[in-house]
Structure formats: structure tokens, C-alpha cells
């Protein structure tokens, strides 16, 4: 008896993957949208002893920056205060590989003192209110945490279902020159 082939649901995933690039714009877009479509990161820093510390944490973004709030003292605003060079990874559910989308954003990292007027628009777009309700704390007062901001200088966007329009599913972001 003779077995068939499995059926490919998506046959556009067999064979060598496209290498074009997406317009800026469009791959912008798609950045801006998975920023705003998830909401965990795994921030990683370097350690004193030059080994990577790799720790989740929930985001917000205002444009390609993304930033969360950190104690002072632990050891991923130790780190950054020492060297502010950051890896911040970004995927959304992964159900198969048509779905594969993330990105890696590479840059420095800076924090901002809640008295900052540098902080002012950031913690507009900061949704604390439901972290304040979540934790019993009062909805009229606002955090006094430090924020961390997250720069790219770089960013590897992977979205497998780029192929099926005959784009590459890895691009790079970098800013635009001046």
C-alpha cells in the first residue's frame, strides 16, 4: 500500500525562504505593531563578572522605545547603570511556524528619576493605574518608581509570514541617518 505525502498547510514555508527587504515604513509598522500588540520583554544586561542576566518584564512603548519601571537597586538597573547596553527580546505566541513573530531590539538603555520632566510623557502612556488596583495600592497616587527606557540602535524583526508575500522573514531596523 502506497502512503501519500502529508498535505503542506502552508507550502509557502517549504524551500529557500525570500531575501528581499520590506519598505521602511512597512516594517516599521510591523515593529510598532508587535510593541503594542504584547506586553512582556526579557531584558538582558551584563553581569559584573561579564555573564548575561536575562530577566522578563512587563512594557509599555511610546513609538520604537520601549520602558518599564525597575527598584533602583536591582541587579538589571545595577547592571545598565554600569553599561547600558541592552538586548530586549519581544515575541507573541508562537502557535507554528507560519505565526513566528519577535523581535530583538539592541541599544542603550537610560533611566529616568520620576521627577524627571524628561519622564513626563512616558509615564502618560504608562498604564500604572491597573498595577496600583492589582496590588491594593491607591489609584490616586502615582508611582514614584523610576522608569527605564530602552533606545534601539537596532532591530531584528522575525515574521515568518513575510514569506508568503515574497519577503525575507528576518529584517533589520536601524535609525535613519541624519
Same mark, same amino acid.
Given at each position: ?75 538589571? +538597573?545595577?547592571?545598565?547603570? &554600569?553599561?547600558?547596553? #541592552? =538586548?530586549?527580546?519581544?515575541?507573541? $505566541? *508562537? ?34 493605574? +491597573?498595577?496600583?488596583?492589582? &496590588?491594593?495600592?491607591? #489609584? =490616586?497616587?502615582?508611582?514614584?518608581? $523610576? *522608569? ?31
Amino acid at each position: 500500500m502506497r502512503q501519500s505525502a502529508m498535505p503542506l498547510t502552508n507550502p509557502w514555508l517549504a524551500g529557500p525562504a525570500p531575501a528581499a527587504e520590506l519598505p521602511r515604513e512597512a516594517l516599521e509598522e510591523r515593529i510598532l505593531n508587535l510593541l503594542s500588540t504584547q506586553n512582556m520583554a526579557v531584558i538582558a544586561t551584563v553581569n559584573t563578572d561579564g555573564s548575561p542576566a536575562a530577566t522578563p518584564v512587563r512594557y509599555y512603548s511610546l513609538g520604537l522605545e520601549i520602558f518599564y519601571t525597575s527598584w533602583n537597586d536591582s541587579v538589571k +538597573s545595577r547592571n545598565l547603570r &554600569r553599561d547600558p547596553r #541592552v =538586548s530586549a527580546g519581544i515575541f507573541a $505566541p *508562537l502557535v507554528g511556524q507560519a505565526s513566528s513573530r519577535g523581535a530583538q531590539l539592541f541599544g542603550t538603555a537610560r533611566t529616568l528619576e520620576r521627577e524627571d520632566p524628561a519622564s513626563d510623557g512616558y509615564w502618560e502612556a504608562f498604564r500604572w493605574q +491597573s498595577d496600583h488596583a492589582e &496590588r491594593g495600592r491607591s #489609584v =490616586s497616587e502615582p508611582p514614584s518608581d $523610576p *522608569l527605564t527606557v530602552i533606545t534601539p540602535h537596532r532591530i531584528l524583526y522575525t515574521e515568518h509570514w513575510l514569506r508568503r508575500t515574497g519577503y525575507a522573514p528576518r529584517q533589520t531596523w536601524r535609525p535613519a541617518s541624519p
